[in-house]
């Protein structure tokens, strides 16, 4: 089964929170939990980071092949989820009106908004935390749910 269960979240979340305990650099905290989802959820050709810039997204440390370097502001599933301040899940990528195909191997994608303050979108954007697979509908609420609490396990660790 493809879909990643809440204690298998329970697992990821603790592993991330040691792996980056103690660590407060943003980069290297955002390739250690690039990688360690990249290689700890199945189905996924893409993952993560595009940081704020400016008025932009910029491609931060991920795990994946070459992607876009700057997504604008609301351009895309990136820019929509940015723009809004909340998580986008989407099915089908194809059919996201202004979807930027990176890669076109990637058919659903989810994106979750980074703060300054874990969790709290009245506080300043960071950037975003992107996956992609090439399955569609790969990413379900419980996905949703256990990747935004590793979102705020790496906020925190930023202000450790």
Known sequence: MHTHSAQGYDELAQALAAL???ERDLIANAANTAALIYHSLPDLNWAGFYLLR???LVLGPFQGKTACVRIAMGRGVCGTAAQRRET???EDV???PGHIA?????NSEIVIP???VAGD???ALLGVLDLDSPEHAR????????LERLARIFERSLRA
Not at 139 to 146: H, N, S
């Open 20 to 22: 980056l305990d103690g």
């Open 54 to 56: 400016g008025d932009e």
């Open 88 to 90: 986008v899940l989407v």
């Open 94 to 96: 194809h059919a996201f």
């Open 102 to 106: 990176c890669d076109s191997a990637s």
């Open 114 to 116: 980074l703060f300054d």
């Open 121 to 123: 979108p009245r506080s």
């Open 139 to 146: 990413f379900t609420a419980e996905d949703q749910r256990g």
